[in-house]
């Protein structure tokens, strides 16, 4: 009988596993487009049961457009959780806890099934892409003998921010109480000293109460975890976050900064990959059409953020006073707890509601004017490489840093970060839909978005880094 390793040898197979959430499915989908482009690889792409389903009821084409390709499979595992249970930011540390104890056995059961005993015939596992928000399978499958790689799919920044947990603790820097000034700088994150205050620091550090705060641990630990791997994939690149990557190396020497993805992807294949877990509505693109240049604000706060009954209304209060017409994704659990200040919006003329749009086209469309972003890291690459304005009201992780970024270091939004009053929102959209601030910012971030373009296309960072990685699995897969 042919022995593993010699199999090992015919043919690369990579198996693809993001955390279960949507912003990590865009990415690392359009990552495995990318590498299936390349060609030479034979991919699986690894889902929970729960998306599966989702996957293939709400984005249809995108999963035939993958299942057309012989050397393309979707995969699927159960995530352990009740299939009525909601998915939704509340149980997101539920989530992590049922992957980790719930699903392992489904995950190595698919590893070791992989070659001899796979229903389609494929060869084994090769290398093993795995969300560095999951470390647990990335362990397991370096158990077997499978290389891993990391993707995290936060910024270079948040993730510099997580390692130094422990350097602020040191320091004196964290925890701090609930009524000290956030507008302190911090000190012990290097690179970052210029800019970063308390109150751009991910959410749990401001919700620590102790050093030992068993979710600060996690964080730090799991953003640790990834030196353990073959090296560290980043949906960024130079042209954003340069001085942290130089950083960053001294951790991971081995760095591929292949971002943003979308960007990359549509440089290499020409279209685009987005998979919604939710029903996208096209007919906005249609309303789009009918709207002059520059005249629309799209609103999004992403998959997972909730807002209050009252912070909807400020944000209503300020569009409408704005005079500006809006174009806002307002998911069916976006407001908690009721739908009558949603109602109350649905009958203003100049705001055209949505429950989920195809926010790269969106983004991309002439009439839009900028964006109103909760600042998750897939949406403020998305804005970043179109060139639209970013108004930033983070809710909460990751985002708080990436505003910052933003708002201070690339200059091409604002951070409105913990004030939702009606008067500054109208401000804040003004500022950066009229006027010469308005002028300001478009003329940079469309400088951004060129430095972008390049650093995707041909010769340009983020496409050798690519290229790297493509020859990097091809010769762990050996
Ligand atoms: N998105 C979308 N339609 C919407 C709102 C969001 O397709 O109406 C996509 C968006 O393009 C991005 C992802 O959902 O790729 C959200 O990811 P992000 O990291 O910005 O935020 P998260 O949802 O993880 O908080």
């Known amino acids: 009988m042919e022995s593993a390793k010699e199999k090992l040898k015919q043919e690369a197979h990579l198996l693809i596993f993001p955390f279960p959430l949507q912003g990590h499915i865009n990415t690392m989908l359009r990552l495995a487009d990318a590498l299936s482009f390349a060609g030479g690889l034979r991919i699986s792409f690894l889902n929970t049961d729960h998306n599966h389903r989702l996957l293939s009821f709400f984005s249809p084409s995108q999963y035939s457009r993958f299942s057309l390709r012989s050397k393309f499979r979707f995969l699927s595992i159960p995530d352990g959780l009740p299939d009525d249970k909601p998915r939704s930011v509340n149980q997101v540390i539920e989530l992590v806890i049922s992957l980790r104890t719930r699903s392992m056995d489904s995950f190595r059961e698919l590893l070791l099934a992989s070659g001899e005993r796979d229903p389609d015939g494929w060869p084994p596992v090769t290398c093993f892409i795995v969300d560095g928000a999951m470390p647990f399978f990335m362990d397991t499958a370096q158990a077997l003998g499978i290389p891993a790689i990391v993707f995290r799919t936060i910024s270079a920044s948040s993730l510099w921010v997580y390692l130094h947990i422990p350097h602020m603790i040191e320091a ?29 620091l991910p959410s749990i550090c401001r919700q620590a109460t102790k050093a030992e705060d068993e979710v600060l641990q996690l964080f730090a630990n799991i953003s640790a975890s990834a030196t353990r791997s073959k090296g560290l994939i980043l949906n960024t690149s130079n042209c954003l976050e340069a001085p942290i990557l130089s950083q960053t ?11 943003p993805l979308h960007s990359l992807v549509e440089s290499i294949t020409s279209s685009s990959v987005s998979a919604s877990l939710l029903a996208e509505d096209r007919s906005v693109l249609i309303w789009l059409d009918a709207q002059p240049d520059r005249s629309v604000a799209y609103v999004s706060f992403g998959s997972l953020a909730q807002l209050t009954g009252e912070e909807f209304l400020e944000f ?10 809006f174009l806002w994704v307002v998911r069916p659990d976006l407001v908690a707890g009721g739908t009558a200040a949603v109602e109350m919006v649905e009958s203003e003329e100049r705001v055209r509601l949505v429950a989920w749009a195809p926010q790269e086209e969106v983004l991309r469309h002439r009439a839009v004017g900028c964006f109103i972003t909760h600042s998750g890291w897939n949406s403020t690459v998305e804005s970043a490489a179109t060139g639209v304005p970013m108004v930033c009201w983070p809710r909460a992780w990751d985002q708080l840093v990436n505003s910052r970024l933003v708002g201070e270091v690339w200059k091409v939004g604002l951070d409105m970060k913990d004030v939702c009053r009606r008067e500054l929102v109208e401000r804040m959209v003004r500022a950066a839909m009229e006027g010469e601030k308005a002028v300001e910012l478009r003329h940079v971030a469309a400088e951004m978005a060129v430095e972008i373009g390049r650093s995707v296309g041909e010769g340009g960072d983020s496409r050798l880094d690519f290229e790297r990685l493509v020859r990097d699995i091809l010769s762990l897969s050996l």
């Open 172 to 200: 004196g820097e964290l925890p701090f109480s609930g009524d000290a000034d956030l507008d302190e700088p911090i000190k012990s994150v290097p690179a970052m000293e210029s800019f970063l205050r308390r109150r751009d």
């Open 249 to 259: 190396h001294s951790l991971f020497p081995i760095t591929y900064a292949v971002g």
């Open 316 to 325: 209503r209060h300020g569009f409408v006073n704005s005079g500006h017409r």
